[in-house]
């Protein structure tokens, strides 16, 4: 059965409702950052708003339903924030082919043979704006990443317009994803502090009823806390607003701003600080590059590049083939030699059975043997075969092979030579 790709996916996200939501692998934070939103509006709206009603009975209403809604508006920025695609730019199969170059060098063979190995650019120059920027080549998604991406290794992914990874909601900020994350945050700051005004509007009633303002506290303690959660809350939301809000003045993202600061590089993706909050706020944000829900697609398998030989190799393989040719003529000499003298062992044990019921002398016998009616045709044959490799009946090799073994020997001592001064 065919999977789908959020199933084979190679990064660390987690998935829900078959790929339509898509997570970081520390999700589960988010149950922390919702409790700490939930449970302060949850006793704001039943123990502060709730008595503000009666203290004001024609807006009373009108603090808790801006309460409510101010609250879902928030949660539904978190879910924007943290459950879509950040910016994900999806890793390539194979590297890319018309960026190899090949370069020599020393591998570990015997000999000391120089081997063309793939070699990439680390880095490559494009031009932003009219200037020069440095790109990156990633070897675990193996591409180029495109500027302004970076790989997060909490995700590991490359993601478009790297700004950070936020543990808070649990996913990385990215090109599709920052502006929820800014209207998130900027809104939290204004939550905080709209239970922060409403509980201390809370406390200066129960003062005009009791006098003072130990009194006050001590008849609403919950006032006092939720003032308390809130003027905390407020330097870490409300700080990090302002950061952001000087970010998109400058277009900058949190990983340029604290990699780069000491540089003093030029920021070639500076338009001004109007044209820098429209980009952000008012262009439309890029469709995903991945569709998690499709089914994967099978690739064919494509053959590995082609390695460009050197000259060196070349001379090396020209001279393989040199010695695999002596080679060869080493072995059919040797057939040779082998052959002579298993012929002229066969002559031989033939002529000393013939000794034996001939008479003595040589002439004799070798007239005898050559014409007696009754000796067998083999006999014969193997004689007159076995007259290649002798002379005057001694047990002597052929000139021809003796001059093919020399040729041979005198080749393998010069290639042996010349082996020894490489």
């Keep these: 059965m065919a999977k789908r790709v959020y199933q084979v996916w190679k990064g660390s996200n987690k998935f829900l409702f078959g790929g339509r939501l898509i997570f970081g692998p520390d999700a589960k934070s988010l149950v922390v950052t919702l409790l700490l939103i939930l449970v302060p509006v949850v006793l704001f709206c039943t123990l502060v708003a709730s008595n503000l009603l009666d203290e004001i ?9 801006v309460a ?40 570990a063979e015997a000999g000391g043979r120089q081997t063309p190995s793939l070699q990439f650019p680390r880095t490559k120059e494009v031009i932003v704006n009219g200037y020069p920027v440095r790109v990156k080549y990633c070897e675990t998604c193996m591409l180029y990443r495109p500027p302004r991406c970076s790989h997060c290794s909490i995700c590991n992914n ?33 939550l905080c502090i709209f239970v922060f005004a409403m509980s201390a509007l809370h406390i200066k009633f ?55 600061r000491a540089d003093n590089r030029i920021n070639a993706y500076d338009l001004g600080c109007l044209k820098n909050f429209l980009e952000v706020f008012c262009t439309k944000i890029k469709p995903s590059r991945n569709d998690f829900h499709a089914y994967v697609r099978e690739e064919p398998s494509r053959p590995p590049p082609r390695m460009v030989p050197t000259l060196e190799e070349e001379a090396d393989d020209s001279g393989g083939d040199r010695r695999a040719k002596v080679e060869d003529d080493l072995e059919i000499g040797d057939d040779l030699l082998k052959i002579s003298q298993r012929r002229n062992f ?58 093919m073994n020399s040729t041979v020997t005198e080749n393998r001592n010069h290639n042996t030579r010349k082996e020894e001064h490489q």
């Design 346 to 403: 066969e002559v031989e044990e033939i002529r000393s059975r013939g000794s034996e019921s001939l008479p003595r002398d040589s002439s004799e016998a070798e007239l005898g043997l050559g014409s007696d009616p009754q000796q067998p045709a083999g006999i014969r044959s193997e004689t007159r075969h076995s007259s290649w490799g002798r002379r005057s009946g001694n047990l002597e090799i052929s000139p021809d092979i003796l001059a």
């Design 206 to 260: 129960l003062f005009d009823d009791k006098g003072t303002v130990w009194k006050a506290m001590r008849e609403s303690p919950i006032s006092v806390v939720l003032m308390a959660y809130c003027f905390i809350s407020l330097w870490f939301v409300g700080g990090l607003t302002g950061f952001h809000l000087y970010l998109i003045g400058t277009n900058q993202t949190t990983y340029e701003n604290f990699r780069y």
């Design 158 to 190: 490359c993601v478009e317009r790297f700004d950070h990874h936020c543990p808070w909601v649990g996913q990385c900020i990215g090109m599709r994803n920052y502006r929820y994350f800014f209207l998130f945050v900027s809104s939290s700051t204004l």
């Design 57 to 65: 009975p024609d807006g009373g209403s009108a603090i808790l339903v």
């Design 68 to 107: 409510i809604v101010f609250t879902i508006y928030v949660l539904v920025l978190l879910l924007c924030t943290s459950a879509r695609d950040p910016g994900i730019i999806p890793r390539n199969s194979h590297p890319p082919e018309e960026e190899f170059c090949y370069e020599s060098s020393a591998s």
